[in-house]
């Protein structure tokens, strides 16, 4: 099954483009599209290592060979089992040569008449990272581009597909136009949450090289096109991350396409009637950007030191589940700004609730976005059971205001897991709290929603 997303494109974004880059254009619309088969190699839903590690291999067994050869763990390799049985590792960029040298092809294609020099030097940096590995002196390139319209990202970048370790990178690509307007509001909004959560001395990136983009995409392939992500934050190692920056990416043409067909739906599906006729569908799809962008901004705010070593297969689980809760949390910043009012702020917490369904719906699909969908439901029942949350036609809540306390509840709980928690007691919560019940009470209401 294809791992290809195409989105439509209004001319207007189009005629922002210079006419050089509307000549590289198709050179990176085609090259992002070939990671398809890269990553379809690597995807393999039967297995929690999908196709990165041998399928009979257990995880002790990995982490014995990883002792003696750290390649074994590296996230640019597939390991492989010899005939004697022991556990090899390949980059890679030889794995996969024969179907990356086209796109490396491509890239450099592009490059030869790309004009922007800070963009050209990343094509042609992007195009021998495929073929030679060196992935972090893409990354670099790629965080230096200048005034450029066009954002393009093709390479192994998320570790979700390896449900094993979370340590295997899967192969991805994007083309997008950057919208200025919409990333100029974005970096607003940014600048407000950082200056008010004041500094966290373990936090793995300052402000100061934290950056915003926002664009509409042309087309999502590999991983991406799989788990059609509305926010990303690349690169995905601390050490880039924290020596040269990041970039929160926003993709307007992802949360258009799901809340027009899942979080819209959900809404209507499964809040109690009398609660929905408080709020329209225009306040509920702003509450919606409000919430990818917070959730976005939440989850670079709260990157820690040693979070990843110390949280191991749980780390992404509490780091989504944070992202929601301490979202929402920070979002009172926007509020007392003047930025957003009440009712907004509202929308945005029905809206949080509807991406936790929406999770759920797509997991029938496909589990490659399972942990988001764990994280979720961490949050989901930790808000039933303090009564938060009620059930009864349908969801609603008794009081804005107990709603948003247990919010801000859960974000200090997740922000010390992540900051300084022990693998344990984060164990510990989780298992008091993490069930899928609560969704499959409401699979007969969500069973008119059809998966993306």
């Not at 690509?173 to 966290?200: E, H």
């Not at 100061?208 to 926002?214: A, L, P």
């Not at 926010?231 to 929160?248: N, V």
Request: overall charge positive.
């Amino acid at each position: 099954m294809t791992s290809v997303k195409t989105f439509k494109v209004d001319q207007g974004y189009l005629n922002k483009l210079t006419a050089n880059e509307k000549k590289i254009l198709p050179f990176l619309i085609e090259a992002a599209k070939k990671i398809d088969k890269v990553f379809l190699l690597q995807e393999n839903n039967n297995f929690k290592g999908a196709n990165f590690y041998p399928h009979d291999a257990t995880k002790e067994e990995i982490e014995e060979a990883a002792a003696e050869n750290s390649r074994i763990l590296s996230p640019f390799t597939v390991v492989e089992r010899e005939k004697s049985g022991k556990l090899i590792d390949i980059d890679y960029h030889l794995k996969y040569s024969k179907l990356l040298a086209p796109i490396s092809k491509l890239l450099h294609q592009a490059s030869a008449v790309c004009e922007n020099k800070s963009f050209k030097d990343y094509l042609e940096i992007l195009a021998g990272s495929l073929r030679g590995g060196s992935y972090q002196q893409a990354d670099i390139a790629w965080l230096n581009v200048k005034k450029s319209n066009l954002d393009v990202v093709i390479g192994p970048h998320e570790r979700y597909s390896d449900k094993l370790l979370f340590v295997k990178k899967a192969y991805q690509g994007s083309v997008g136009i950057i919208d200025q307007s919409q990333t100029q509001k974005a970096k607003f909004i940014r600048d407000i949450l950082y200056t008010t959560t004041g500094y966290r001395p373990h936090r793995i990136a300052p402000p100061s090289i934290v950056e915003m983009q926002v664009q509409r995409c042309f087309i999502f392939a590999g991983f991406l096109g799989r788990a059609l992500f509305s926010r990303q934050h690349l690169p995905s190692d601390d050490d880039t991350t924290e020596r040269y920056g990041s970039k929160i990416l926003g993709y307007l043409s992802a949360m258009d396409y799901k809340f027009e067909k899942l979080i819209y739906p959900i809404f209507r599906a499964v809040f109690e009637k009398s609660f929905q006729a408080g709020y329209s569908q225009d306040l509920l799809r702003q509450g919606n950007y409000y919430y990818i962008l917070l959730a976005a901004i939440a989850q670079q705010l709260h990157r820690y030191h040693n979070s990843r070593t110390r949280l191991k297969e749980l780390f992404p689980v509490i780091d989504e589940a944070n992202t929601v809760a301490s979202g929402i949390a920070h979002a009172k910043h926007l509020v007392l700004k003047g930025v957003i009012n009440q009712k907004e702020l509202e929308a945005t917490m029905i809206i949080a609730i509807c991406w936790m369904f929406s999770e759920w719906v797509l997991f029938k699909k496909t589990n490659i976005r399972e942990d988001y969908l764990r994280g979720d439901a961490l949050t989901f029942n930790f808000l039933i059971r303090q009564g938060a949350l009620q059930e009864k036609e349908g969801i609603s809540w008794p009081n804005f205001a107990k709603m948003f306390f247990e919010m801000e509840n859960l974000a200090v709980i997740f922000t010390r897991f992540l900051e300084e928690g022990g693998y344990l007691e984060t164990q510990e919560f989780l298992a008091k709290y993490l069930s899928f019940d609560s969704f499959k009470s409401f699979a007969k209401r969500l069973l008119k929603i059809k998966p993306l």
